[in-house]
């Protein structure tokens, strides 16, 4: 049975090398992992690497890593160790980096087949994954601020009496019960697979189960009637679902989907029609007919969206890739366009519309960290520190990270070792981490593993997902995440990881991510103030260079904040009028 054991259990000649220990089995830790076995982390093919021989070789380098080494990592295999300086990152990770002519899902299986492409996901071949409180929060945002958008709910209030529809209670998608909760509204999740429902049950993430669609519906009327928060698990198909919706004429507030769309030919996305097992079944069998089945269904689900879309509801993708997987089933008209994706897609991705604008663009990002004594009493430690650097009236925002934090431990979130994610910005980062390595420093805690998801700011060149609100044409360049991970590299974080894929797929997004061990030196100390600024506001930069307006003024405001030590190009926006005026002029003449 692999856990992520307290780091002074595991053997090792730095403390870096003991602490990735902790997090690898983290990863693959048996309540965490989606396919342990297949050290599977989540999102249906997310690895920690390939194989359990290279799981073992990694485990005897960090064993045996010094401060002056560095572990490289290609696509799961292990390389070797190599002489490096203790201001080096310890371990750098690669995953799935493909050559451009090669960059496809045909050419990946192929190399993965053949022992040397490893889909690390994003977290899961990072060695950062902490469970699905990891998306919790992400998605308390998102449709808190999705309610506050586009259903004009107050800032001072939450989702209370309005109903949020979606599928998924797996590895990542699991989360969506208990932030709807957290968020105060009712929640109706699809799920094909009873195991996934039974799962998020015991752990108290979702409180109904049901499997008849009006039954479901019927409950989470009652409970928006009473005001009250309850999130509630459909057994059977979101399509399913959403024709009951369509043709009782429903009313959902708030529309998603989070089933495993990127790779949705390999068993992500259950077809309707079949059960789970059926599913199964004929992926084995006959992957014509099961391909045949996917596009059917992903035809049937967009009509039932529009259908509920013309009638008020507000859908969004869900980071998963939904309507590229609309559009490779054949429907065009997905498309702005109606032809391909290049100017996007009707319907707005999640970063898009609200996280892009109302989070990513200041640079409020998934932060997190992992307490690797593996004591409650330093998590608890942790959380009341991060909220003292919390100021709750600067911005809603900051407001909605204090509550989180204030709960976070209320909300019982830990699965696995004891870590917490809290959304933050380049500033809040840094002085929670400098705060955090003085706590381990009087030995108030143990040693503490910094990192974040790949999900962020600035480490991911995504156009369908994070980078989905970058309009200036950049969106299909990956300099900002190769840029993040090599800045990264060069001021001093313990792992940097660069991956291809993530959540959207092969060859849609460039991710990366990084770790820092605080161990209370100050050499680590220098490594927060200039590491964490850099690998948040990388990404900033980059969107006001796009002329992303609330990125233009943290610009602008960290310029003068960091005067002396950091710069960041500002553009000059130009008067469309004048710019349009004079080229006519010239074609005029
Ligand atoms: N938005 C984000 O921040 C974010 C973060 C991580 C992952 N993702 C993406 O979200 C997706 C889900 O991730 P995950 O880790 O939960 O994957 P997962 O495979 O563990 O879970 C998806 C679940 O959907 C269920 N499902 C599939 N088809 C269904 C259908 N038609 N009706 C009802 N249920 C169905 C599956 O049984 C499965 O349990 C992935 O594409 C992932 O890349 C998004």
Known sequence: MITGRPIDEYKGKCIEGKAFQ??????????????????????????????????????????????????????????????SSSEAPRVIITNALMVGVFDDPENLHRAAALGVANYGQMTAGGWMYIGPQGIVHGTYSTILNAGRTKLNIPPDRDLSGYLFVTSGLGGMSGAQGKAVEIAGGVGIIAEVDYSRIQT??????VHDVVDDPGKAFELANNYQNRRERRAIAFYGNVVDLLE???????????????TSCHAVYEGGYCPQGLTFEQRTDLLEKDHKKFKEYVNTSLKRHYEQIKILVERGTYFFDYGNSFLKAVFDAGVKAICKNGKDPIDGFIFPSYVEDIMGPLLFDYGYGPFRWVCLSGKRDDLLKTDAAAMEC??????FQDKDNYVWIRHADKNNLVVGTQARILYQDAMGRMNIALKFNEMVRNRDI?????GRDHHDTGGTDSPFRETANIKDGSNIMADMATQCFAGNAARGMSLVALHNGGGVGIGNAINGGFGLVLNGSERVDNIIRSAIPWDVMGGVARRAWARNKNSIDTSIKYNQTRKGTDHITLPFIPDENLVKDLVADVFNE
């Open 22 to 83: 902790v997090m690898i089995d983290n990863n693959l830790d048996f309540d965490i992992a989606l396919y342990p076995y297949e050290l599977v982390t989540y999102g249906e093919t997310g690895q920690v690497c390939q194989n359990w021989m290279q799981y073992r070789i990694i485990k005897r380098y960090l064993e045996e890593m010094t401060q002056d080494q560095t572990l490289v990592v290609e696509s799961g295999h292990p390389l070797g160790l190599f002489a």
């Open 200 to 205: 998020r049950h015991e752990q108290e993430w």
């Open 244 to 258: 009951y919706a369509v043709g009782h004429h429903v009313k959902i507030d708030l529309l998603s989907d989070q």
């Open 390 to 395: 919390i100021d709750p009236d600067r911005r």
């Open 446 to 450: 143990g040693p503490v593993m910094l």
